[in-house]
């Protein structure tokens, strides 16, 4: 157990996109503010129960399990063997009835991250943990009304848990991701019995498009700076509402939910020359910014951090064109970015409280989560 590899990116290296002329110094740079982000982790675990922030919310614990699992280092990774063990130690305590990993709440949220955190460390002994939270994910699956017809527009998708009883794309493509390194882990006689209904999930992530070709709902905006891009869920975008010239009300598209959606069609393994796919890529390349996340300025920037530096890296995107339509290396550019913003303690925090980022170990493991993406790229 204590040699063992952690990094996400080795246990599933085919579906990551390796890259020609590596940078060796942004590789260096990138080392370092991890090593910095890992010393100030170690400190904010509880040494005794092995959380990290929240015990109600153990998807905290296990983005922090991720976060320093990822450290493409071993010997970085073997140094924090003991918080490991520890974490683990907690979210197996957090294994509910049901099959979720949850505390007061969020329970499919809480438990699609935690998934991901056991296929991450790949412990034999969690097997019946792993089945358990991936039955619970495919049960969260919202199917209203007539059963087995898409007949509501929130069927397909996934949301919160009983508190929020609808779907939203944040959530579905989280647990879409979680069942898709499921799928890709498990023996093949495992957990085959029951999957996610992923025709249903893409048609409710299509509907959460703006591209009247292939969402025909009336809140679907035909105007060029949203076409291709996501909303939160259908009839609703954090970014707001647009006046159209003939009096109709449109949603906006926003950076980090369209990230999300773009995450969701590689998660279902889409074809990249399908049209939602190809407008989702023309809309991201054409906001694309690290500045603010696109639509909604400093809320939830660093969420946008992570989701871009996941599907750009699943996509095989390596450049992008700035706003003066310049080519740039969107890795460095983010990495630089992610340097910058690095406080001298080693922890990451967002001057926009909303969507829980100004918690430091939610920010920071976001942070580092983006930063070994694009490590792991170079």
């Known amino acids: 157990m204590k040699h063992k590899l952690y990094c996400l990116f080795c246990l599933f290296s085919p579906l990551v996109t390796l890259f020609s002329s590596p940078s060796t110094s942004l590789k260096k740079e990138i080392h370092r503010s991890l090593d910095k982000g890992l010393m ?13 922030g929240s015990e ?7 983005l922090a399990l991720r976060a320093i699992m990822g450290h493409p280092s071993l010997k ?25 990993i949850y505390g007061k709440g969020l329970a499919s949220y809480n438990t699609s991250l935690s998934l991901v955190a056991f296929l991450q460390k790949k412990d034999p ?6 089945e358990g939270a991936r039955r619970f994910i495919v049960n969260q699956q919202s199917d209203f009304d007539q059963k087995g017809k898409q007949d509501n527009v929130f ?14 794309l944040s959530n579905t493509h989280l647990a879409m991701e979680a069942l898709y390194y499921a799928k890709k882990t498990l023996k093949a006689d495992e957990g085959n019995s029951l999957d996610l209904d992923w025709d249903a999930a893409i048609d409710f992530v299509s509907k959460c498009q703006n591209l009247p070709e292939t ?18 869920f259908p009839g609703k975008s954090m970014a707001g509402e647009r006046n159209n010239s003939k009096g109709s009300v449109s949603l906006r598209s ?13 998660y279902a393994e889409m074809s990249p020359t399908d049209s939602r796919v190809i407008e989702v890529r023309n809309w991201l390349s054409k906001n694309y910014t690290i500045k603010e996340n696109p639509g909604m300025g400093l809320q939830g920037l660093f969420y946008y951090y992570h989701t871009m530096a996941k599907a750009l890296t699943l996509s095989g995107i390596s450049t992008l064109k700035d706003e003066q339509g310049k080519k740039v290396n969107w890795r460095e550019q983010l990495a630089v970015r992610l340097f910058d913003q690095q406080s001298k303690e ?19 493991c976001y942070a580092m989560l983006a930063l070994e993406r694009v490590y792991h790229a170079l």
């Not at 002994?125 to 792993?130: F, P």
């Not at 069927?155 to 939203?168: E, F, M, P, Q, R």
């Not at 926003?254 to 773009?262: D, E, P, V």
């Open 125 to 130: 002994g969690d097997e019946k943990i792993i």
């Open 56 to 62: 109600d919310y153990p998807a905290f614990t296990a």
């Open 254 to 266: 926003y950076g980090s939910m369209s990230y999300a959606g773009l995450l969701s069609f590689i």
């Open 346 to 364: 080693g922890y990451w925090v967002n001057e926009s409280g909303r969507w829980w980022e100004k918690d430091p170990i939610l920010v920071t």
């Open 40 to 52: 100030w982790l170690q400190k904010e675990q509880d040494s005794k129960k092995g959380n990290w």
């Open 215 to 232: 969402n025909a709902l009336s809140w679907v905006s035909d105007h060029r700076e949203d076409r291709g891009g996501f909303v939160y």
């Open 76 to 100: 970085e990774q073997e140094k924090y063997f003991q918080e490991i063990e520890l974490g683990f130690s907690f979210l197996r305590k957090k294994v509910q009835s049901d099959g979720g």
């Open 155 to 168: 069927d397909g998708g996934i949301g919160y848990g009983s508190t929020w009883a609808h779907s939203d």
